[in-house]
């Protein structure tokens, strides 16, 4: 199956990219062949967990998530943010480990630990010497499978989290995509933030963990990915070892359905007591396995990735209009988000946007020259090909692409697919996707 997970612009990925990177990750998987080595191996254990790996031997370091099929979205109003307050809560003690004992597990050994929860998955990850890929399983499949959820440290991460919401809320960088979201996706679960709100953080309660892990943990939802140097069969041995024994049964919620289209764009205004203005526009786009996948990534980068771009080009250095300005793509399981952000001064808020729509709106009427496409190609291939020195980046992809698609791609297939992109699919996808009726528009406006 050819596949490719590809998140640009803004992420959303927890601590993991709290720095928002424009540019986001791509999943490469080199494909075993009789003529290549084989640096990807798959392997689904009895109770059907999914091991996968691929190893770069000239690397010391090993780089290993175990993954779950479960986020955000998975949530419902009264339990929004369960999933990262819980993502949070394993770090809080196992039977056999303290707090302490799990921080100085890996750091001892020069390694470290961490986790993020996007709006459909939850990621447990450690990055180690390679010789030291057993403490890590160990640590990793302990507060995966062991956690304790101690009365005492819960209520001390609840004002732990309520602290970093408060921050996010401090930023209306960050947190206006959290309104956009919700501007996109009213009366969806894809509209909740992933950290959920203060009323229910202060509510949830050690029956509320014990519950999500039971309805959601099951080893047909978990994968085990790990890149760098790693010897696939010893990787499989320690998940047996750790992870083999779990069983929880199958099943689980259905996901309720994301939306294909706009349901009622919206223009939602805030006032903040700031000094510059922050707007996004937005509007419901692409799933991940849509066969118009491609065109939109490349249009997107030519529209708003990096200073080339045409957005940054005519918005700051034409106009003045913003310092910051970029747009981003967020490709889920079974729909998207494509959207603009703009950092502007308050009196620049209406010529900003309708500068966005200016260059929305070229895209569809006029066939992007080639030579404008060649370089926009070759900047999202450069990048691609630098995260691929990354051997997190490298168990990033491999872990979702394993959720999404159950399948990998070879380097080559993907730059055959950018290369593929043509005016006319751009020009297609611009017409389907950028009318103006169906964005919604969010604006924080200083007070």
């Not at 690397?59 to 955000?72: F, H, K």
């Not at 999933?83 to 001892?108: C, N, P």
């Not at 030291?132 to 101690?150: C, K, N, P, Q």
């Not at 294909?260 to 799933?287: F, M």
Request: with cysteine.
């Amino acid at each position: 199956m050819q596949s490719v997970v590809w998140t640009t612009g803004n992420p959303r990925m927890g601590r993991f990219l709290d720095s928002r990177s424009r540019f986001g990750y791509i999943a490469v998987m080199q494909n075993p062949s009789k003529t290549a080595p084989a640096l990807y191996r798959k392997t689904l254990l009895e109770n059907g967990i999914r091991v996968v790996s691929e190893t770069i031997p000239h690397v010391r370091s090993v780089s290993l998530g175990i993954w779950a099929n479960v986020g955000s979205r998975d949530e419902n109003e009264d339990k929004n943010g369960i999933s990262h307050f819980l993502e949070h809560m394993v770090f809080k003690g196992t039977k056999k480990r303290t707090v302490r004992d799990i921080a100085q597990s890996l750091e001892s050994l020069g390694g470290y630990l961490n986790a993020f929860t996007t709006k459909e998955q939850t990621c447990y990850y450690a990055r180690v010497l390679d010789a030291h890929i057993g403490e890590a399983m160990d640590v990793l499949s302990d507060i995966f499978l062991h956690a304790t959820f101690r009365e005492d440290e819960l209520e001390k991460e609840k004002l732990v989290v309520i602290e970093e919401l408060k921050n996010a809320e401090d930023d209306p960088e960050d947190i206006i995509h959290d309104y956009l979201e919700k501007a996109i996706f009213p009366h969806h679960s894809l509209g909740f933030p992933i950290i959920g709100t203060e009323k229910n953080l202060r509510k949830f309660k050690k029956t509320d963990l014990i519950s999500h892990v039971a309805h959601h943990y099951r080893p047909s939802r978990v994968v085990i990915a790990a890149a760098g140097k790693v010897d696939h069969d010893r990787l499989v041995s320690l998940a047996r070892k750790y992870l083999g024994r779990w069983d929880a049964g199958t099943g689980g919620s259905r996901r309720k359905p994301g939306p294909t289209r706009p349901i009622k764009p919206d223009l939602e205004e805030h006032s903040r007591p700031i000094n510059q203005a922050h707007i996004t526009l937005g509007t419901v786009a692409y799933s991940i396995h849509h066969r118009d996948r491609y065109p939109l990534l490349v249009l997107n980068a030519l529209l708003g990735e990096g200073m080339s771009s045409r957005l940054y080009q005519t918005i700051r250095e034409k106009h003045g209009f913003a310092y910051s300005v970029y747009s981003f793509v967020n490709l889920l399981s079974d729909t998207g988000l494509f959207g603009a952000y703009i950092g502007a001064d308050r009196k620049n808020i209406e010529n900003a946007i309708e500068l966005v729509y200016k260059e929305l709106g070229k895209l569809r009427q006029k066939r992007v020259p080639l030579a404008e496409l060649r370089r926009t190609k070759s900047q999202i291939k450069g990048t691609m090909m630098l995260s691929l020195e990354n051997m997190s980046n490298r168990m990033m992809r491999l872990g979702s692409a394993e959720l999404y698609f159950e399948g990998f791609v070879t380097l080559d297939s993907i730059l055959k697919r950018i290369d593929s992109v043509s005016p006319e699919s751009i020009q297609r996808v611009a017409g389907d996707l950028f009318r103006e009726n169906r964005f919604s528009t969010v604006v924080i406006r200083p007070t």
